[in-house]
């Protein structure tokens, strides 16, 4: 597992990066009540605005944390959105992309720097 | 946050868990270990305590000693009869100012020999100085007592269990009761839409109170954040969202807080800051009136949305006032200012992230209130 500073992480699946939000984020976040996902096929580039999480306290995004496309989202979520808090690195997935270039995970926290990272 | 004050329970609350925030200059615990969402629920099905000592608690007495003549002077400043306020009984207000816009909302009790007020932590200090200025009363404001609701189903048995005398109590009913020999200032009302109480009590038991309370199975610690989302769902007024300076009562769909007394025609027309426009507005209707919106789909809509009549084009027709994600009815919800012609059923369109997204305009409350009239 990788993690970005924007508390995502990334799990390498073949040749797919599935993306979520942490553990820590989800608790910062409080009750999340509405997941807004990205149309499969959609091309991102870095930084995008690619997911809206609602909590019951405000409205965050979740951007894309590498150039590629938009393969799968996880659909259950915009029924389920309290997921996210029950089990967010597990069944709560948000997307799963195809990377433009490999090797742009390379550069991403492991989890020993991301716990450093939260303190 | 050096600057900011704390009530007599912020040990207790940090000793509970919560996550504090600043809030109308206080340290406030917005949320408990359970979260916003299950202290909303539990709220609703069981019993939340709050703490809201933060607001205002101010005694008026006139000099004859008699709460009617500090209601004829209060009616100065609130389009609300007081005159015909019974002893032992509470009733909604708001002070207006001259162009009818509403400095404040509050509650006001009829103690027999005076009033006691509740007003808003964020207004109380204008709101003191606005009674001393303009009443020929002695303003009191009470500095060492804290404010407890106590909110849910469950609040008549928990509460009832330490002050038996509650249970005969109806909702506005405002009281004094005893507890191991301290006096309790209690009213059963709140801010939830639930049945439950207000109690006022000396600082110096305040945690004692409250920690026997929460003693109990059904009572939890409930923060700020819960009390939003349970009176939005109840459709009841924040001040400074809601409702301010630049909205009249009539426009906030409050005119039931304006009895016949007050209104033309009767025993005291007017007589308070702004009657020509509230007066006028109730004659004839407000350009624009608060009223509830329920978004399609799941996606919240908040403060600051602007809502237009149609899915593309025109300008916006109005404003949500405060918005949200109802946890007891399991949907967003909003308020907002709208054109009257707009009628409940309409379907109107708020702007979220730059997309229009329908809402059907609501009536208010959004969740039943559970009120034991």
Redesign the interface.
Known sequence: MKYTEEHEWLRVEGDLVVVGITEHAAEALGDVVFVELPEPGTTVATGDEVCVIESVKAASDILAPVDGEIVEVNAALADSPGMVNEDPTGKAWFFKMKLANPKALDGFMDEAAYKKLIG | MADLLRTGLYDLHLRLGAKIVPFAGYEMPV?YPM????EHLHTRAAAGLFDVSHMGQVILRAPSGRAVDAAVALEALVPVDLVGLAEARQRYGMFTNAAGGILDDLMVANRGDHLFVVVNAACKAADIAHMRAHLPLEVSEITDRALLALQGPAAEAALGRLVPGVAAMRFMDAGIFGWNGVPLWVSRSGYTGEDGFEISLPDAVAVAFAEALLAMPEVAPIGL?ARD?LRLEAGLCLYGHDIDTTTSPVEASLSWAIQKARRAGGARAGGFPGAARILRELAEGPARRRVGLAPDG???M?EGVEIFAAPEGGAPIGVISSG??G?SINA?MAMAYLPRDIAEGATVYGEV?GKRLAARVAPLPFQPTTFKR
């Open positions: 949320q979260g916003v969402l299950k954040g989302s799941r996606a919240p908040r949200g994600f946890p967003p992230r």
